[in-house]
């Protein structure tokens, strides 16, 4: 059995072993897309955090339309949909649900959690939209609060060892995310986008122990594989959200006859790229690397540390064209898109397709696959 | 006389204003493309859409010319043009423009829709250059920043030495704002705040909240400094607070004449008055206070004539603000029968006061725990929650709860407002989507069946009541 084949057996049990964890008398703590929430607080209280990234079904935004107009990114209506509808157990099997409050579309989630299912245990904190000091403190009061809730909670202690402890694991699943990723620099690709996302999906729902695992043999076999051809197009992939679930664009990518060779996303994946540092205080240390040492987010402001971060990726990862997948009602990311694609062109000389969507796939594929095919021919070329 | 002195002394100006302002009106006139044909149908629209029997209305709108004019013609007098966006926290902006002469602080897009839509009605083009310029229609964006970015774009408002950017409430403001700063190289001081109250919890906040955003407001004024070259007065808070407490005087007289059976001016007007104190930190506003001190005159003696917009005994409804720019939308409530006694403005200032949790050593702090207490700068919940208290200040039949398709604070109230005003104050709600600032889709013709049915649901169970 490979790495991802014992991912998928490992989840096919999970919300069994979930249960039965519950009945131990751990809890298990669902929280919010953005990766904001450390979950090495959540381990430190031997407790069980669950990340919700399912979104892409447009079934569940008629769900989520008896609670919110449809004016909100359809990731976070699809986040509404899954939470009252109870149709995704993972959503109603949390003991308590942390929503980090980044923008106003996760504002949308944590009013429906209160108001509408108040049954539900929740707590909020708050995420600046500026790297400064005064954020950082900021932001660090609200993991403090955070840790707070928690022991309580749990009733157990975090200890300054504990927390050392989930950050060391926490940080060897960013490392090898890291390394993973890395291996498609070089020509060809041992890593496919496909694999990528499904280990980053997975790692929201999966036991942290048995995910390093996973993410340590998948390297193994990466390694091993023969790079595929390096003749196709290499593009890189970005936008706010990439839900488990939504694969119309990396499908229509590959049809298309291009390769996803970088995923740069603020909800859907996980930040990879830096590890909290294991100095003396680690709640600081959290905080630092969370807020300050992460690429921000297109809601951040202003935005330019992402968008130079992208013109790097295009330049380490050879890519020869640059998708900006958004979606529908994000406005952050659509004023973005104006005014990118100058930058992009006078800094790297590529040419940027911008695709949105409502998750609306019978109404979207068609056009989508014109204009991918379309954009890979023109960077073929 | 020139072509505009008509529609010019419609709007309140007095001859001699006219005469010694003229090089500055047809300078302005001139920037804004507005040539003598476009005076009948400006002079029609507004006799059309307000009421021009008051003295004090064709004083506001006057007031919001005077803005319009300060503003145009900024640059080319020596100021400093600081934009702040709408809604605003307006201390910093109140602040620096206490602080000196040179500089003009004015949130650009409410001037244009008060001028260039309500008194010219030649907004659509403006709107249309914002759109083709970085905010497209079809994505729910802004209709204030399509006519902020348009009206920079056209060359008819100066482009800014600064924005003050409101990362407190909206997303889209200030990355609106950097995509000013990515094609024109226009300086920012971001104002970060983060909506992080649990629903329910107003009108508690946590003292981080206040310190945050307080460190954030003084921060932004010591960059206006750097930026501006000035120096932010040190008496420049209790400065700007002299108008704005006349300001909010004539709101409680105002009030307590809205009161009154049959009521007495329309949402229109009242919403001239508002909006000028949310926009303008100059001359605009302290011509607004001079236009209210008439206006309460004239409602007093409409009060005691037992005169008003609506047939006495019409259903009392609450409704957030009128439109800003087509006051058509606004009207369309009085005109199926419903009075408008009361506003998101006036309901805050008469609703419960939450005086500051202590005394703070900084303005900034001190503004932050203002907002914060005052509502919609603290979360969704307590923009509600100032309808709710809405019911108690006035006697209400049921609400217009309008949110805003395009603004995403205001959105997230789309459901939420609606179930939980009915089920705390028992009265009626029509949850109305609107776009308070352009009104090309949400149209009054669009709005109109919704609004009349309401209407008359609303009659039909005063009736009852009454019987």
Sequence with gaps: MDALQRLGAHLETRLGSLEEAKRQGRKVIGYTAGGYLPEELVLACDAIPIGYVRAGDNNILRDAGSYICRWIDPFWRSQIGYLTSRKDLYYSIADLIVVPITDNHARAFSNTIVFYTPEVESFVFGVPHVKDELALGYYLDGLKRLKNKLERFTGIRIGKQGLKKAIE??????????QISMLRKANGNVVPSRDFIALHHGSFLADKEVMVDV??????????????????????LTGSTLGDGDTKVLDLIEDCGGMVVMEE?????????????????????????YLMERVCPGWFRPGTERLDFLVELVGDYRASGLIWYQLMYRESYKVESYFFPQILKQKTGLNMLVLESEYDTAAELGTMRTRIETYIETIRT | MAYYDELFKLCGFEEKEIEEERPRIEKTLARLGIVPDDMPSAQSWVKQNHDLSLVGVRKLLGAWLKELIDLVLAKDEGKKVVYFGFPAILGPGLMLSASSDDVLVSAPDMVLDHTMGQIFNKLTPILEAGEANGLPPGHALCSLWQAKIGGIIKGMVPMPDLALASSYFCDMGS????????????????????????WGEYPRYLPQRVSYLGAQINQALKKSEEVLGIEVAPDAWEKSQIDSRGYINNLLKLLDLMRADPVPISVVELELLEALSGSSTGRGIREGIKAMNILISELEERVKAGKGVT????PRVMMASGHTSDPRVTSLVEDAGLAVPLTMVLAQVGGPKHPPKKTY??????????????GPVHGTDAMIKMFQSGAKVMKLDGFIANYLFNCRPASLTSHTQKEYLER??????????????????????????????FAYMLKKRKEASRN
Excluded: Q
Aim: charge should be negative.
């Design chain 1, 169 to 178: 694991l926490c940080n060897r699943e960013r490392e090898l995310f890291s």
């Design chain 1, 215 to 236: 993410l340590e043999s998948y390297l193994k076999e990466a390694k091993k594989r023969e790079p595929s051809a390096d003749n196709v197009p290499r593009v890189l």
């Design chain 1, 265 to 289: 996303f603020a909800e859907g994946l996980r930040p990879y790229w830096t590890s909290v540092g294991l100095e003396d205080d680690p709640m600081a240390a959290l905080a630092k690397a």
């Design chain 2, 175 to 198: 990355k609106a704002d950097d995509l000013v700063t990515a094609l024109y190289g226009v300086p920012v001081a971001y104002i970060d705040g983060v909506m992080d109250s649990r």
């Design chain 2, 311 to 314: 047939e006495k005994g019409a």
């Design chain 2, 361 to 374: 050593s900084t303005p900034g702090e001190t503004i932050a725990d203002h907002e914060l207490a005052s």
């Design chain 2, 424 to 453: 705390t104050t028992g009265l009626p709600v029509l949850a109305l989507e609107t776009d308070n600032f352009d009104s090309r889709t949400y149209s009054a013709e669009s709005l109109r069946t919704k609004v009349e049915t």
